[in-house]
């Protein structure tokens, strides 16, 4: 806030350089000012400055009166002087175009530099767009009509400025031709004035202190704070400007402390909406229990993107107050974020696609998930990529970008876990011990405290190569993968039990060889008929269950 205000004394006060003639436009052929009349702003800060500098001669010179010599420069003087000590400190304001801010389109070579008050009512100060001829073309001065009521509002100025209180050497010393007093006031005064602010505010909080702690279940309560620093510095601010109204200083030192005071507004402003906005979020990250870690990633993201608008619009502002247009600073910084979107374009991907994952809430951290080729559990998800820890106890960082467009399948979400296993029982086992087991299982899953009896389904589904298939298919409460593997362990070892009490045995895969004897060898060989048919052995392999 110090930097701007000493960065701004250049525009308030104009005597640090004289201005600088207006640049023609480029389809025009206006000719130049030596004296800088090509524009209203130009035309009063010219005449204030050469009016401080007592060169009344050139004063003169931004009047249009026909008046010459020395009575023109003494009107040029009183002129000065009621400016100094009447007009409104909005030299900012003024217009800095050659054709006027044209407040009146009825009279477009006219325009106004501020209303002060007289005891016959408020008079408005008028410049005038005046040819010159030639040589000089337009210039601005200060209106006829205007210049008619000058002498009466000077004969009206009775109370003499504060710096005529003020010791002499602290008025003609000057620092960046910025006199002594104001540097003492600005960095002795101000700081003095704010620490009162804080005195203030220790009182105050005190008293409301000790005023809360006088109700039941709040005595353990501390101070609050009532008055935070950007309200102290609206306290600040509104000081300068009561301090402005009720003491007569000079239009220059009016001018720098407006300004001092504007930037401290500001300033105050930006701050309080920062803070304000940092209270947001503490308020949903404690209130809100719930929320996760994620998801505190992406309030913190949109908390200092808020307060980068509010820093923006705070300097946009300030630009605008100043007479500074932005819009081509607007401008670049809209090329500036396409190139940097272009070049940061992936990590602008993954940025927005990690904010909408935690906005689905579609990963959370702990959540065991099957990504691709990847099984594994949520270690952390940011703003970026997410980490995994997979089964092999490796880490696997992928890109939020990559999560958004891949088929997600979260296991630990599963609200009831699939039991469903096959089992082979061997051919020999008889009809009656098959509808036996197939009773036994259903009654032993429809009666298990972990089991969605309603889905419970028991089926003889096949004759199998190997075996008589029973189908079985239910699914269990568990509270986690671990937990279903306890439940499913128990149940494959009662089936086993079911299955043994009814005499039948679980089938596996096995060969049976047939021999038979060859009818041809039989014909032949009649006395070795037996034998031969034992020792001709024809193999026919078919799969069957022992």
Known sequence: MLFLALLCCPVVWPEVAAPKPAAPEAHTET?????????????????????????????????????????????????????????PARLNELSDNPEGSLPDPLRPDEDIVGTIGTAEGDLDILIERVDRGKSVGKVWLFSRETLKSIPDVFQELSAPPMEKFIPEFLVKTRLATIPLFHWLAFFVGMPALYGLTGLLNRLISLGFGALRRRFPGHAHLPNPQILPPPIRLLLLALAIRQFLLRVGLSLFARQFWSTTALIIVIAAWVWLLILLNGWGERYLVEHRRGMRGSSTSVLRLTRRVVDGFVLLAGLLFTLHRFGIDPTAALAGLGVGGIAVALAAQKTLENLIAGISLIADQAVHVGDTLK?????????????????????????????????????????????????????????????????????????????????????????FIRLGAFSLDLDIFAYVYARDWNHFLEI???????????????????????????????????????????????????????????
Not at 45 to 56: C, H, I, M, V
Not at 405 to 431: I, N, Q
Not at 521 to 544: M, Q, W
């Open 31 to 87: 000719p130049k000012d030596t004296l800088g009349r090509n524009t209203p702003r130009g035309a009063v800060l010219g005449f204030l400055s050469a009016a401080r500098k007592n060169n009344t001669q050139i004063a003169a010179l931004y009047l249009n009166t026909p008046l010459r010599g020395a009575a023109a420069e003494d009107l040029a003087r009183q002129l000065a002087v009621v400016l100094d000590r009447r007009l």
């Open 371 to 459: 990504l691709g080729d990847t099984v594994g559990t949520v270690e952390e998800v940011g703003l970026r990529s997410t980490r995994i820890r997979t089964l092999d106890r490796t880490v696997v960082c992928v890109p939020n970008g990559q999560i958004a467009t891949m088929s997600l399948e979260t296991l630990s979400a599963r609200d009831k876990f699939w039991f469903h296993p096959v089992v082979g029982l061997r051919y020999e086992t008889t009809p009656v011990q098959v509808r036996s087991i197939i009773t036994d299982v259903r009654k032993l899953l429809t009666q298990h405290s972990s089991v969605d009896s309603s889905a419970v389904r028991v089926r």
């Open 488 to 546: 499913q362990e128990e149940m494959l070892l009662n089936v086993m039990d079911i299955v043994q009490r009814a005499g039948a045995e679980i089938a596996f895969p096995s060969q049976t060889m047939y021999i038979a004897a060859d009818p041809s060898d039989k014909l032949t060989h009649p006395t070795r008929a037996s034998g031969a048919g034992r020792d001709a052995e024809a193999l026919h392999e078919h799969n069957v269950h022992h």
